[in-house]
């Protein structure tokens, strides 16, 4: 079968996208005049303003009469649930690793699932051209990951190129092999990863949804490549649950393949190729869809549990609904369950009140980008601090939390302040190694809610230069009690408008969160107190103005810049009696109860409590 199925993986940052648009261009499949974004594969606007890549893209190449399927996946562990699904549908991985930092968490967690499908990698270090590059030591790290996976003596013989994605070379000889083409990578993939271990045409039709997509004309389109049989348009079809168990019988509306970035419609598409389907309205991922006649499902992965939630609400602070047009609870409800359709890794969940959900995801970045997405379009939310979910233990129904590998590179004179801090936050330093260039590394197992609000002071504590990575874990005992924001908040007692003169007297008091000219209302936060509790101040009280002319040194008034507050890092400031106001133009912190008494009448009752 001149077919071939591959799946690029790497820890984030690495290189995937942009090998994937050099494949793209020496493989003809752009015109020579055609005007291609960088990163082509990274579509929607928070991709390529993050750099990141969120959801799994498929696209096709044609390389001297042989067509190959490449799956560019996410590198982020909020994403990781996509990452596996899609290992099962490819016979072969590049895996990519960059030349100066070498093999991270999210390259073991990709590697790990790959060699436990059976999957024979093809290691490609990537970036070569970096000042600091040491590719020759990044190869013998890779090699000893392989063995600390277990891999076999099959996967452990795996080829290795040395490669610059951005320049669009590879070469097996690094100091005297030609540095001009990607053509090295094509023939390995041709030679390397077999063609798809399917059954054939004549077989009914069989195909394991791995991926789904809400799309707004064809409905749910779900991914997958076919096991099985040959698919076409208006064929009666039904899908199956992983244990066996009928979903609904249909027709499908429509098949569409990968040709280069586009997706195009196909009259038929035969067994080993991937396609997305239409036509079905409640098959979801890991669903197996097949002919009638068809009575077992594909085995398939579960999708993995969510391990952090947050409540989404309406916004009712006093300046609700003069920056956004979508305000109601039934719009925002309308919106996630929308959500939940095209993205299986949420889950959403009506609260009593009505006006509120609950939202759990796989991390914070996620949760992250789904309000950033909605703010985007038009929605105002009030979004609560961010917790995570525990589990009880079957066996003695003792009470679980997630925990998460911590790898972190830095500077040596820092990671005196980094143990420390991670100590507080119940984490157990489980490895230390120096690095080079006086940068050591330190691997921590910490409790998912102790890193909750952690990054902001992490990269304090290191002048910036800190590198963290987090990866799920799995679960422990729960560790305790983890203090909270060590410092009080300065919040607003008035409505109104903030006042240079005042937010300059109140500037002893502590770092503030807004400039001057501001709208505030009575229980929003306006800046950080020193001290530990929380402090009703006036930002709206003016100089008085007197018929005395003074001299001139009190007529200007320089005020230090405010704390820029990112949603990010606002989700992770709050403390639990507090929420984040979100709207399309502003981010602004505030206390769940606007009124002092009120407030004061609920820490009392929660002290009793």
Not at 59 to 84: K, M, Q, Y
Not at 345 to 352: G, I, K, M, N
Not at 379 to 399: A, H, T
Request: glycine share 8%.
């Amino acid at each position: 079968m001149n077919l071939r199925n591959v799946a690029i993986i790497a820890h984030v940052d690495h290189g995937k996208t942009t090998l994937v648009d050099q494949l793209l261009k020496q493989s003809g499949a752009f015109r020579e005049n055609q005007q291609v974004a960088e990163r082509a594969m990274d579509s929607n606007d928070l991709e390529r303003e993050r750099g990141i890549t969120i959801l799994a893209k498929c696209t096709s190449v044609l390389w001297n009469e042989l067509r190959i399927n490449i799956v560019d996946t996410p590198g982020h562990a909020d994403f990781g649930g996509e990452v596996e699904r899609i290992l099962s549908m490819v016979d072969g991985v590049v895996l990519l690793v960059d030349a100066a930092e070498g093999p991270l968490p999210q390259t073991k967690f990709v590697l790990g699932k790959a060699l436990k499908l059976g999957l024979r990698p093809i290691v490609v270090v990537n970036k070569v051209d970096r000042p600091d590059a040491r590719p020759h030591e990044v190869h013998d790290e890779v090699f000893d990951l392989f063995a600390g996976l277990d891999a076999t003596d099959a996967q452990l013989d795996f080829p290795m190129l040395f490669a610059s994605g951005r320049n669009g070379w590879a070469t097996t000889d690094l100091e005297n092999g030609a540095r001009e083409t990607l053509e090295p990578l094509f023939a390995l993939i041709r030679d390397h990863v077999p063609a798809p271990r399917v059954g054939s045409d004549e077989e009914p039709f069989v195909m394991l949804a791995t991926t789904l997509e809400a799309n707004p004309y064809l409905g749910r389109l779900l991914t997958g490549r076919i096991q099985a049989g040959k698919v076409r348009p208006n064929m009666a079809i039904k899908s199956l649950t992983r244990d066996g168990k009928l979903i609904e019988q249909g027709r499908i509306s429509k098949v569409l393949a990968f040709r280069g970035l586009e997706r195009v419609g196909v009259e038929e598409a035969s067994a080993g190729d991937i396609v997305a389907l239409a036509g079905l309205t409640q098959t979801t991922v890991a669903d197996t869809i097949a002919a009638p006649e068809v009575m077992d499902a594909l085995p398939a992965h579960p999708i993995d549990p969510p391990t952090l939630a947050m409540t989404f609400s309406v916004n009712d602070s006093p300046l609700a609904g003069r920056e956004g047009d979508k305000v109601t609870s039934r719009m925002i409800r309308d919106r996630l369950y929308r959500e939940v359709e095209g993205n299986v890794a949420l889950r959403v969940r009506d609260t009593e009140g009505g006006d509120a959900f609950e939202v759990a995801g796989r991390g914070e970045l996620q949760l992250g980008i789904l309000i950033e997405t909605m703010r985007r379009e038009g929605y105002e939310l009030s979004i609560s601090r961010p917790r995570v979910l525990f589990k009880s233990d079957p066996l003695n129904g003792q009470r679980l939390e997630p925990i998460e590998e911590v790898v972190i590179d830095v500077d040596e004179e820092f990671s005196g302040a980094v143990v420390s801090k991670l100590s507080e936050r119940k984490a157990d330093l489980v490895e230390m190694r120096q690095g080079s260039g006086g940068k050591s590394r330190l691997v921590f197992h910490a409790p998912s809610r102790g890193l909750i609000g952690y990054i902001g002071e992490f990269l304090t504590d290191t002048r910036g230069t800190g590198v963290m990575n987090r990866l799920f874990h799995g679960y422990a005992p729960y560790k305790g009690t983890i203090n909270a924001r060590h410092t009080g908040v300065l919040i607003s007692n008035s409505d109104g408008v903030s006042v240079a003169y005042a937010l300059w007297n109140l500037e002893d008091r502590g770092p503030m969160l807004i400039d001057p000219g501001v709208p505030v209302y009575q229980g929003m936060i306006i800046g950080e107190h020193t001290r530990g509790n929380d402090l009703d101040v006036n930002v709206i009280k003016g100089k008085q103005l007197t018929n005395i002319r003074t001299t001139s040194k009190d007529e200007a008034v320089r005020l230090t810049p405010p704390i820029q507050m990112t949603l990010e890092r606002a989700l992770s400031y709050i403390t639990d009696d507090e929420l984040v106001e979100v709207t399309p133009k502003s981010i602004r912190l505030r206390k769940r109860y606007l009124d002092p008494n009120e407030r004061k009448k609920h820490q009392r009752a929660a002290a009793e409590a």
